[in-house]
């Protein structure tokens, strides 16, 4: 799309061109690079990155995570109390990311026999079908 030059005014006219299509190709540059720049920042990284693990695809393997860490942090509390020496904390972290695992691949039987278990222990009684409310109900005169 070269246009030919034949005297000083359409050179003139070429270079005026030039210069405002490198001007618009600049303020483009600009522009992109400025949303890049933005989306880098780390905590644009962290806010994206987190969107990612909370949508809809991975809700239900996050609940297990956090249900199998929430375990293994519990657990390793229940089983060796506060540790000072290296072993012990060594012991602790492998125990606490042992539970943390086994309780993570099995969350959904765990969540299943820890509902059997809350409706066992707040079990409703079946209401008397021949009692009334009302009935019982004792008229105040004030």
Do not use: C, Y
Request: without cysteine; proline residues 2%; positive net charge.
């Amino acid at each position: 799309m070269k246009k030919k030059v034949k005297n000083a005014d359409d050179l003139a006219i070429a270079i005026a061109e030039l210069e405002l299509k490198a001007a618009a190709q600049k303020k483009d540059i600009q522009d992109s690079f400025a949303l890049v720049s933005e989306n880098l920042k780390p905590l644009n990284l962290v806010k994206s990155g987190l969107r990612a693990v909370f949508s809809g695809n991975h809700k239900g393997e996050l609940l297990n995570i956090l249900i199998g860490l929430g375990t293994g942090f519990l657990g390793k509390k229940l089983f060796l109390g506060r540790t000072r020496g290296i072993l012990g904390k060594t012991a602790g972290l492998a125990l606490e990311w042992g539970l943390a695992g086994v309780v993570s691949k099995n969350a959904e039987k765990i969540k299943e026999k820890a509902g059997e278990l809350i409706d066992r222990i707040f079990k409703k009684n079946k209401p008397d079908s021949n009692h009334s409310p009302a009935k019982d109900q004792k008229k105040f005169n004030f």
